[in-house]
């Protein structure tokens, strides 16, 4: 079964003023969708591939995954898996997006970090400290405590064994047409778009996604 690119819950205009029209257009129809491709180019014909999860293929930092092809699959089934997950953990601002956590994970927000603004702040900081292209992460791991880094490239918690809460995408393909250089000004109004209902149901497990 090959891999595919979703569909959005909402219209590529919902998350304006935030996230602009055209970014929305690129970043899932072209950036996206080249992601999806080339992995199922990847794992498509490859006995020891065809077939995996991404959950499977990503494991363990690719363990499963030979030497030839580990570039591609990291590369691209990371991809898929972080813009799969940046879509649903996005909603308009009022309509889902944005206010504050809910639920199990407000209460390990908490407990981590003192509160949501402290979250906040170390969150921004990991997003505006990733040089180059990459991610910023809220991620829970094995022992279910909350974690904020960030990763380079298109790695995702899933290869060393965390579950991504939620992530900002810090390529520039994410953010440059509305905010070109000023990377600080995309992540504070990256706030007003979370989805903390759809965050509290992948913390709280009672969501498991697969992509
Ligand atoms: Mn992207």
Redesign the pocket.
């Known amino acids: 079964m090959a891999f595919a690119l979703p569909e959005l819950a909402y219209a590529n205009n919902a998350l304006v003023p935030y996230i602009d029209e055209l970014t929305m257009e690129i ?1 899932r129809g072209r ?2 969708n080249a992601y999806v491709t080339n992995l199922n180019n990847a794992v498509n014909g490859d006995a020891a591939l065809e077939g995996k999860t991404l959950e499977e293929l990503l494991a363990d930092n690719l363990a499963i995954v030979p030497d030839a092809k580990k570039a591609a699959v990291r590369n691209n089934g990371g991809g898929h898996f972080n ?1 799969s997950l940046f879509w649903l953990i996005m909603a308009p601002n009022g309509q889902g997006g944005g206010g504050e956590p809910i639920g199990q994970l407000a209460d390990a927000i908490n407990a981590t970090f003192g509160s949501f603004d402290n979250c906040k702040a170390q969150f921004k900081a990991a997003a505006i400290g990733r040089f180059g292209s990459g991610w910023a992460w809220l991620a829970k791991k094995a022992d279910g405590t909350l974690e904020i880094y960030s990763t380079p490239n298109q790695d995702t918690p899933l290869m060393d064994g965390k579950t991504a809460i939620i992530g900002i ?1 810090v ?1 520039e ?2 953010y440059y047409l509305q905010y070109q250089n000023v990377r600080p000004g995309y992540v504070d109004n990256w706030w007003n778009v979370v989805n903390w209902n759809t965050a509290e149901a992948i913390f709280n497990g009672a969501v498991t996604l697969t992509f």
């Open positions: 970043h950036h996206h813009h995408d390529w393909h994410a």
